[in-house]
């Protein structure tokens, strides 16, 4: 069912505005019309960015039609939550999915000529194929949260395409929003994925243990804030290894072994310690 967006809160949109307004320009690609695949955390931030860049947002699309409408009414267009009846006179379609939806509404879709790309780490990016023969990935690695708002000028930009003309509307497109805009094969951008998981998704995991460690003992968590800040500055010095600090680097049996008497209730992050622990050891020898 098609419903009719209604604008967003006056405060949200002007915090997304003043987080990107420097970067509109009077680039030929602005002003074309997009197409909203989505409505999750990375269509949200991928329709702010692009809309502050200069592009028309005409249309969300997304299965669940609550989400739809919340993020069509930021930018006062329609919605719908049924492919047939997705606009086709768009010039761009943004597929921010998941994974699985991706394989899904590939073969429900035609598309003819327009140009198409999903934000997808991991999907190849054939899997538009079907849609149109003008396909490609524009994916960004950088964890996104809905409300949360973000300088985009900051964010790398990679980029795939079917073809030659296809690759240089997404680089110029990148180009509006950020100065960093690499171009990457499928193969380049699995293995970007993975060591983006590592360094954000696993990064956090282990933040996350570290204050419920902190919260359990009734310590405040704030008190290893600056550590933890400190930490992340490490990536502007070079080798993080040879930067790697701490008991297992040290080889303090001692402290090592009182920190695991420490976790003996706690299985789980025992056996996350032990791991880490060797791997630092055989790393920083």
């Not at 000529?113 to 994916?139: A, E, Q, R």
């Not at 956090?204 to 009734?218: D, G, L």
Request: hydrophobic fraction near 40%.
């Amino acid at each position: 069912m098609l419903v009719d967006g209604t604008f967003c809160d006056k405060y949200f949109c002007m915090m997304y505005w003043s987080m990107s307004r420097s970067k509109r320009n009077t680039n030929p690609v602005h002003g074309r019309q997009m197409v909203i695949i989505g409505a999750g955390n990375v269509a949200t931030h991928f329709a702010h960015a692009f809309s502050a860049a200069g592009y028309a947002i005409v249309q969300v699309y997304s299965k669940t039609i609550d989400s739809a409408r919340a993020l069509a009414g930021q930018f006062g267009v329609g919605c719908t939550n049924s492919l047939s009846l997705l606009r086709t006179d768009a010039d761009i379609y943004i597929f921010a999915v998941s994974d699985d939806a991706l394989f899904d509404i590939a073969l429900d879709l035609k598309l003819k000529d327009k140009i198409c790309f999903h934000t997808s780490g991991t999907v190849p990016m054939d899997v538009l194929s079907p849609i149109t023969k003008n396909y490609g990935v524009v994916y960004v690695p950088q964890t996104f949260i809905k409300h949360i708002a973000m300088d985009y000028s900051r964010l790398p930009f990679c980029v795939e395409a079917s073809n030659v003309n296809t690759l240089d509307m997404l680089k110029a497109m990148a180009s509006t929003i950020s100065p960093s805009v690499y171009s990457l094969n499928g193969e380049q951008r699995r293995y970007l994925h993975l060591a983006s998981v590592f360094a954000s998704n696993f990064g956090n995991c282990i933040n996350a243990m570290a204050q419920q460690i902190m919260e359990q003992h009734n310590l405040p968590f704030e008190i290893i804030h600056p550590l933890i800040s400190e930490t992340a500055k490490k990536i502007q010095y070079g080798n993080l290894w040879s930067l790697q600090t701490g008991p297992a680097k040290r080889g303090d049996t001692k402290t090592l072994d009182k920190h695991r008497r420490l976790l003996v209730d706690d299985s789980k992050a025992l056996e996350v310690y032990n791991l880490l622990s060797s791997i630092i050891e055989e790393k920083t020898k």
